[in-house]
């Protein structure tokens, strides 16, 4: 990719995003958001939130995406950025660091710095929802983001971790409808799974919800095993 075919390629996302940013196509979604903005957390009474859908972090040219689920109330809804904010997030930066794909193993605002090298963190529903589960419904509604911003990273990405199986039943439609051909029938997911599709490798991975983390079943080197295979994968390593 030449230089102004990146530039061109690199506006057509943070235009994307920008739609993102302005969505209100799910009434539930968006009057929920909205008022855990106004509400507010007794901890982050000090913050403006976001209240917003929250678009993708991470480079036009990534080789590896991330595929979560959805943003937490007070994470991503609260900063505006993907993981950011919650301890979900903190295990996922974490373990990027730890594997070389972050610039620092932290992520609390969109404004502190950080980097990813080659990664953009996604997901397949933007806004934050009522007990982290959106509708199916919502989901599909939401799916055609999560299919434009695949096409756009398409010349580039060689590899997809999806965290959870809420997140991989979303993810499969949106690379077939994206390009890619998924086999049928569609493969189940599972922690580990890795699923050649037209030159990308996607792999499933436990969700880093607290419920996983805090009983173990996803620890943290399990996570950076995961990573690090993708990584190599992607061209990363």
């Not at 509604?141 to 965290?163: G, N, S």
Request: glycine share 8%; hydrophobic share 40%; with cysteine.
């Amino acid at each position: 990719m030449d230089d102004s075919s990146a530039l061109d390629h690199l506006d057509h996302l943070a235009r994307l995003d920008q739609r993102v940013a302005q969505c209100r196509a799910c009434p539930r979604l968006v009057e929920w958001r909205e008022e855990v903005a106004r509400t507010k957390r007794a901890a982050f009474a000090d913050w403006t939130y976001w209240g917003r859908p929250v678009p993708g972090f991470g480079p036009a040219d990534a080789r590896l995406a991330i595929i979560g689920l959805a943003p937490a109330a007070h994470g991503g809804n609260r900063t505006g950025r993907m993981f950011t904010g919650d301890r979900s997030g903190d295990v996922l930066y974490q373990a990027l660091y730890d594997v070389g794909l972050a610039s620092q193993p932290i992520s609390v605002s969109a404004d502190d710095g950080l980097e990813l090298y080659g990664v953009r963190v996604t997901a397949p529903v933007h806004c934050a929802p009522p007990a982290n589960k959106p509708t199916p419904a919502e989901r599909e509604t939401c799916r055609p983001w999560l299919v434009q911003e695949l096409r756009l990273l398409r010349p580039t990405l060689k590899a997809a971790v999806v965290l959870g199986a809420f997140g991989w039943q979303a993810a499969l439609p949106a690379f077939a409808e994206a390009g890619w051909t998924v086999p049928r029938p569609r493969p189940a997911f599972a922690h580990g799974a890795r699923v050649p599709l037209d030159g990308l490798d996607l792999f499933g991975c436990f969700h880093v919800s607290q419920r996983n983390t805090f009983t173990g079943r996803l620890t943290p080197q399990m996570l950076r095993e995961v990573l690090s295979t993708a990584a190599e994968a992607a061209g990363l390593r």
